[in-house]
């Protein structure tokens, strides 16, 4: 059961939003749960802003209207009209009491929107989806999230059908009803968007810790789940504990109920949401045991229950005035998560986890017809736009602005934009507004940069002048044209810098009219389309370091050389630069194989990474990454003409390069150290370990895949926890070893009944790249195992295909975008918002080559073709097409 309104309706418009005419100030609701029929009543306690005399609609869709009243009484038919998902009522006035009551159908919603069964009918559970607009799904209500009511939610269900019955609040009763039913009540007393608003029933299991907040209110928390994986949640549980510390500490921020709810699920759409006092997680970011999940998912378990954590502040107290303002609370929100997980691991790693993940993620998206600036102009459906975009470029908005502030400066405004807005639906200005009046500062010009789509090129030139002593370092930017944004302006862009001498050591930084004290690293903002920042008493030709900590989401064009880079990778001190440096050197090497000829790039990267590796005095996590370089999408972004296998190819000759510069010897030696302290702890180094000792291994598969695979197998079966095992597994596919048959069964087998590992199997199999990657996914599609249902599993086998394996996905006969249009259209008719975000994989497809692009247009307007799409779909469909 999905919405499928067949006509294009018109996009909803940021300029043409308008304050509500109507308000809720208190809602009761109240649930007769069942899995096949669950009716809803809701009696609405209106406000009417007088000064807008407009009638009374409410949102609603596919609801099946039992009964209403107005004031008590029934109200006649003429008195009402509901089409087009609007119910309009007549002789409503402020104070009036609207009762509607409505039936649901949950055990049918394959959308997973609104209210829905996780699971079986026979042993599954209930539970909501709000956000953004599920809530209309559930009754009729102005569905917008400046409209803030205070809830009171009543559920009555069977009791050994839905022992646990969990909303958002505070309890405020429970109790037994005849025919084997009960009830529990919630009150919630902070006013809050239809948005945030969630139910839970059914057989669930818990873990439960008691916590006394800052400002001394004491709070239960509870993680609820089905009983087979209850065990597993000790992890979050330790996590949230940790969030809301660090909450209290650098931000002031306490948390507000008396209980705080954390529900798993396998079936759901996004990562995790934010409900007040009832945050739901999908599964997948919520479990944690070292025999079924990496070091990574753990890192995300962490990171996603702060983010969740965190929105209560960010999000539910100062909520969004409209969807348009979303990364108000996304940016900031993943901006908090960042410096959290920075705190509570290494600053530096999640620094290059987090640039990579933009450059894989968000610059494709600016760079293709899906471009969208952070704060959208318009939309068709909100859902599409939980962007990278919105998310990971709001954050790194928000991360300069606290950087123009510095660490009190940012506190302060954050405390006033908390303090000013709090209970109220705010905007983007709203939030620069308060952190530059707290500091004194106008921050407007960074407006800007929510309004302009489009990655902005940086470009550095600079010139010693030996007898000055002067470097004079020239500044300039331009924005490539987006769709339906030809002309970009010039951005505020703050440029963190060093300057290296000759020796590697950081210069002392002499600027004109700079008065602070002298010192080695400064920041200096670019604010026109071109500027010259000259730095004097400059003894020796320096080597820039630009951009330092990525202190703007730009893309860096500089005249580096090789021997510049290679200099900056030795003598860095900072990890994230030392990486970064690294990585454009690799760049340069990589177009140096691309172009043939010359080789200076790719041996001043070699040279460097051989003798960091000889060495062994470097952070092993930071040496796993510095001998890891970008991914194919980051390189495919800087062609004009994509072939993703002659990328593929290109980027495993550099690593077999290096594989060999290093030599297969030092590798082994190396793996065997590593292998022989294999343990399960989670601390940081033992991680950090781990990774070095899976980049080792890959290489060396490269060097010498016959001393490799029979490691790989070993590591595989011996190994104590999945990130070994996987990361053999892998090794192991994706070299076509004769062990990986046996090794992929014995998996299969001992991890049937646990989802998310068996996620991980369809996943490595998918990822393996090459033209047979498309029979592989076909048959697992095929697989008994294999549901369109279940959006991990979809985004576990087609979601790491499309994504993840562009040599696999692009396959040069373009059966791959054919494969991908056929599962597009099955999943759209089940689970239209999980088949839009699938679809996007065909972002980019204009700049493929000839070959590929033909084929991928073919496919593409045989879908923009088709009628009945969702309006999720069609939206990306048409948007990628332009
Ligand atoms: N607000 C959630 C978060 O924490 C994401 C919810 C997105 N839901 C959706 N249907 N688009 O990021
Ligand atoms: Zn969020």
């Known amino acids: 059961m999905n919405a499928r309104p067949e006509q294009l309706t018109a996009p909803t418009r940021l300029d043409a939003y308008r304050a509500p005419a109507w308000r809720v100030e208190t809602v009761e609701l109240d649930f007769e749960l069942a899995i096949d029929s669950t009716e809803v009543t809701a009696r609405l306690h209106l406000r009417r802003d007088p000064a807008l005399p407009l009638p009374l609609r409410l949102d609603g869709e596919n609801l099946e209207l039992l009964s209403i009243a107005l004031d008590g009484a029934t109200l006649p038919p003429d008195m009402f009209r509901y089409t087009d998902n609007v119910l309009e009522v007549d002789g409503a006035r402020d104070g009036s009491v609207l009762e509607t009551r409505v039936r649901l159908r949950p055990a049918t919603n394959t959308a997973l929107e609104g209210l829905y069964l996780s699971g079986s009918a026979e042993a599954g559970f209930l539970l909501t989806q709000c956000e953004a607009e599920g809530f209309r799904h559930i009754t009729f209500f102005p ?40 009830w529990a009540r919630f009150v919630d007393p902070h006013p809050k968007p239809s948005y945030l608003f969630a139910v839970v029933a059914g057989r669930l299991q818990s873990i439960e810790r008691d916590y006394v907040t800052a400002d001394g209110r004491a709070v239960t928390l509870k993680i609820w789940s089905e009983a087979d994986v209850i065990d597993r949640c000790d992890y979050a549980m330790d996590a949230l504990e940790r969030s809301m510390r660090w909450d209290e500490q650098t931000y002031g921020r306490n948390y507000d109920l008396d209980v705080f709810h954390v529900v798993a699920t396998h079936d759901f759409n996004m990562g995790a949401m934010e409900n007040k006092g009832l945050n739901i997680f999908n599964a997948k970011y919520l479990l944690a045991d070292p025999d079924s999940s990496t070091d990574d998912e753990y890192r995300h378990v962490e990171s996603v229950i702060a983010h969740e954590y965190f929105h209560n502040w960010s999000g539910n107290r100062v909520t969004c005035r409209d969807w348009f303002q979303l990364s108000l609370k996304e940016g900031l929100t993943v901006f908090r998560e960042q410096s959290f997980a920075a705190d509570m691991n290494s600053a530096s790693l999640k620094r290059i986890e987090d640039v990579s993940l933009l450059r894989r993620a968000q610059f494709p998206e600016d760079a293709g017809p899906l471009a969208h600036p952070v704060r959208p102009a318009q939309y068709s459906e909100i859902n599409n736009f939980y962007t990278a975009t919105v998310y990971e470029k709001g954050a790194e908005l928000v991360r300069m602005l606290a950087g123009c502030l510095g660490r009190e400066g940012f506190r302060r405004g954050m405390d006033l934009y908390f303090a000013r807005n709090d209970g109220h639906a705010a905007t983007l200005e709203d939030f620069l507004g308060a952190l530059g009046e707290a500091n004194h500062t106008d921050l407007t010009p960074y407006l800007a940069w929510y309004g302009q789509a489009g990655t902005p090129r940086l470009q550095a030139r600079g010139k010693y002048d030996a007898a000055a002593h002067t470097y004079a370092l020239t500044l300039h930017q331009h924005t490539p044209a987006t769709s339906g944004q030809p002309q970009k302006h010039a951005l505020p862009i703050p440029v963190k810098l060093a300057l290296f001498d000759g020796a590697g050591q950081m210069m002392i930084l002499h600027m004109d009219g700079q008065t602070a004290k002298p010192q080695t690293e400064c920041v200096v903002v670019l604010e026109a389309d071109e500027q010259t920042f000259v730095f004097h008493d400059v003894p020796t030709a320096p080597v820039p370091s630009l951009l330092r900590g990525f202190s703007a989401p730009v893309i860096l064009d500089c005249d580096y050389d090789a021997t510049e880079l290679a200099l900056l990778l030795r003598h860095d001190p900072d990890g994230f630069n030392r990486w970064e440096a690294s990585q454009q050197l690799a760049t340069l090497a990589y177009v140096e194989l691309r172009d043939g000829g010359a080789s200076h790039a790719l041996e001043a990267w070699l040279d460097a990474l051989s003798a960091l590796f000889a060495h062994n005095d470097i952070e ?143 996943m490595a199999q998918a990822q393996v790249p090459g033209e047979t990657a498309l029979d592989r996914v076909s048959t697992l599609q095929r697989d008994a195992s294999f549901t369109l249902k279940n959006p991990n599993r979809v985004q576990s086998l087609l979601g790491a295909f499309v994504r993840a394996n562009p040599s696999g996905f692009h396959r040069a006969d373009g059966a791959g975008y054919r494969f991908l249009a056929g599962q597009l259209v099955q999943l759209d008719a089940l689970n239209p918002q999980v088949a839009a975000r699938l679809a996007t994989a065909f972002n980019g497809w204009q700049r493929l080559e000839p070959g590929r692009r033909e084929a991928a247009r073919t496919v593409i307007d045989g879908l923009a073709d088709r009628d009945g799409l969702s309006r999720n779909l069609r939206e990306i469909v048409a948007n990628v097409r332009k």
């Not at 048959?741 to 014995?746: E, F, K, Q, R, V």
């Open 143 to 182: 569905d917008r999230p400046d409209v803030q009511a205070r809830y009171t939610v009543t559920l009555r269900a069977d009791r050994d059908r839905f022992p646990v019955l969990l909303a958002g609040g505070n309890p405020d009763g429970a109790g037994v009803l005849d025919d084997g039913r009960h």
């Open 620 to 762: 092993p996590a930071l040496l796993a990454n510095l001998l890891t370089p970008p991914g194919e999408v980051e390189w495919a972004e800087r062609e004009a003409s994509v072939d993703p296998a002659r990328i593929h190819a290109l980027r495993q000759q550099l690593q077999r390069h290096l594989a060999e510069r290093i030599g297969a010897d030092a590798l082994h030696q190396c793996y065997l150290v590593l292998a022989a302290e294999a343990s399960l702890s989670l601390d940081a180094a033992s991680q950090a370990r781990r990774r070095l000792k899976q980049r080792v291994l890959e290489l060396l598969c490269l060097a010498d895949a016959d001393t490799a695979q029979p490691l790989a197998a070993t590591q595989y079966s011996s190994a104590p926890g999945m990130t070994d095992r996987l990361g053999a597994l892998t090794v192991l596919l994706r070299s076509a070893a004769a062990q990986a048959p046996a090794a992929l069964a014995h998996y299969r087998q001992r991890y049937d009944d646990n989802a998310l590992a068996l996620d991980k199997w369809f």
